[in-house]
Each structure stands twice: as structure tokens, then as C-alpha cells.
């Protein structure tokens, strides 16, 4: 099996391809994270009940906890897509 060297200017493309797919996954992870839990609120109760008559700390948990957790991912993905960036080759 024969490998082909790829030039400097593949290889960058290659980096470029990769660290946009991380990018496309960061924001993915925040748009669901911040959506999701605003659908599952509206599916289960009215905004009045939840805020007003039933604000409890594990009904505020469930609705934070997911926002939290994407952002996070979401900033681990952007970390990764900054770290291939920066083997880029000029």
C-alpha cells in the first residue's frame, strides 16, 4: 500500500475541515442545551405554573442543569477546534 504524501496546503485544509466540524458541534451542543429544556418546560406545564406557583430548586435544577451541561461541552468542542487551528502552517 502506496501513501501519498500530502502538501502543505492539503494538510491545512485538512485541519481547517476538522476544526469546522468541532466548531459545528460547539454550536449544535449550545443551540440544543438552551432549546431542549425550553421545549420539555412547555410539553410538561404552563410558564406561569412553573415560575410562579411551583418554582422549586430540582424544577429549576432539571431546566438549568441541561444549559449548563451543553455549554460546557460546547466550550470543550470550541477548545478543541482552537487547538487544530492553531497547527496550521503558513
Known sequence: MKVWPMGKSAKN????????????IAVAAAVGGVLLPFVNLYQRTSLV??????ASIIGIGEFVMPIILAFIACYGARGIADALIQGIKD
Do not use: H, Q, V
Request: charged share 40%.
Open 13 to 24: 485544509e485538512r485541519i481547517r475541515l476538522e476544526a469546522n466540524f468541532y466548531n459545528n
Open 49 to 54: 405554573e412553573i415560575f410562579w406557583e411551583k
